[in-house]
Nanobody
Framework: QVQLVESGGGLVQAGGSLRLSCTAS????????MGWFRQAPGKEREFVAA????????SYADSVRGRFAISRDNPKNTMYLQMNRLKPEDTASYFC?????????????????WGQGAQVTVSS
């Protein structure tokens, strides 16, 4: 069973940057397509970005495209989310997960092995 652990969250002013990490246990990380989601208080969990197993394909939600960048380092069993030009509306808990559905799927039901989440708070 692969376990995912997010880190790197924190408090930042609007316009600032943060980098989240998602580290996986086990030896099969390199074979998984992965994704980032976020959930703000009182709202549903929403798709943020996804990356294929090789790092050659990426996908972004319209709300973050051009500001966020997803990447991975397979030898380190780690995926990243670089978040730039942060806005107060980016405030949420951020989760990483493994894509079990088809590439391009953005529903939470298509992902599993969710991490515990990392809190990102952007002040105005």
């Amino acid at each position: 069973q692969v376990q995912l652990v997010e880190s790197g969250g924190g408090l930042v002013q609007a316009g600032g940057s943060l980098r989240l990490s998602c580290t996986a246990s086990g030896r099969t990380f390199f074979s998984y397509n992965m994704g980032w989601f976020r959930q703000a208080p009182g709202k549903e969990r929403e798709f943020v970005a996804a990356i294929d197993w090789s790092g050659g394909k990426t996908s972004y939600a319209d709300s973050v495209r051009g500001r966020f960048a997803i990447s991975r380092d397979n030898p380190k069993n780690t995926m990243y989310l670089q978040m730039n030009r942060l806005k107060p509306e980016d405030t949420a808990s951020y989760f990483c997960a493994i894509l079990r559905g088809r590439w391009g799927s953005r529903g939470t039901n298509d992902y599993d092995n969710w991490g515990q989440g990392a809190q990102v708070t952007v002040s105005s």
